[in-house]
């Protein structure tokens, strides 16, 4: 358990639907983060937030929606994904004061588009 | 623009056996920080080390080691006397330190996965 939680654990939708995914850090920490963990590829940062702020979009399609509603909590919305979407998708969170702090990951939800 | 390999995509050994996961990085930042995850099937990455650019000193934590070579640009993962529990996928990734930005931008290697069979 590492104080990062996501829900769901899996997800399978048609290209037309519409979903999200949830993040919550309980941790107490001031960014969260999106990664993409494809087959044979390596993890890839989508997004970040800083005290709620994005700060950072990996030219990430318009389809990946974020929001951070609060410091505890990410979500990423999808609409009308392709099939090369599956894949696992990682939240994470740090903590920074003026260094910085490992990461810590969620177990990831895993993507199914067909 | 930063770079992590990890050359070796799949490492097979026998528990007990000894066993070195190699990691290369490329940054022209002369701050960085370097770590290492391990992720098993669960599928969450487990932080295992951070480790500073300008601390070079070689880490022992029970049966892991790190060895960090500046001159090499490399940051290798040894596990002594290995156990079938270490069977996961383990990550690089190399990350600029964010004075200012207050956050990490983690870059990763495409992992190692190591299989320990009894």
């Known amino acids: 358990e590492t104080g990062v939680t996501q829900t769901p654990r899996h997800l399978v939708m048609g290209m037309t639907n519409k979903k999200s995914l949830k993040c919550e850090q309980h941790?107490?920490?001031?960014?969260m983060y999106w990664y993409k963990q494809s087959a044979k590829k390596p993890l890839e940062l989508m997004f970040v937030?800083?005290?709620?702020?994005?700060?950072e979009n990996n030219s990430v399609p318009s389809r990946f929606s974020p929001e951070c509603p609060n410091s505890s909590h990410l979500f990423l919305h999808l609409h009308t994904l392709q099939p090369e979407d599956s894949a696992l998708y990682l939240c994470?969170?740090?903590?920074?004061?003026?260094?910085?702090?490992?990461?810590?990951f969620g177990q990831g939800t895993r993507l199914t588009v067909v | 623009a930063q770079k992590v390999t990890q050359a070796q995509t799949e490492i097979s050994v026998v528990e007990k056996e000894d066993v070195t996961l190699d990691c290369v990085y490329e940054?022209?930042?002369?701050?960085?920080?370097l770590f290492w995850y391990k992720q098993p099937p669960s599928g969450e990455l487990v932080f295992l080390i951070r480790?500073?650019?300008?601390?070079?000193q070689n880490e022992i934590s029970g049966r892991y080691s790190w060895n960090f070579q500046k001159s090499t640009s490399s940051f290798n993962f040894t596990i002594t006397a290995s156990q079938v529990v270490d069977s996961a996928v383990y990550f690089c990734?190399?990350?600029?330190?964010?004075?200012?930005?207050?956050?990490?931008?983690?870059?990763f290697g495409t992992g190692t996965r190591l299989l320990v069979s009894p």
């Open positions: 940054t022209r930042d002369t701050t960085y920080y």
């Open positions: 990734a190399l990350s600029e330190v964010g004075w200012s930005t207050g956050f990490q931008k983690l870059v």
């Open positions: 937030y800083n005290f709620k702020e994005q700060t």
């Open positions: 480790r500073n650019s300008f601390d070079e």
């Open positions: 941790l107490g920490h001031n960014a």
């Open positions: 994470a969170s740090s903590q920074d004061f003026g260094d910085n702090t490992e990461a810590f």
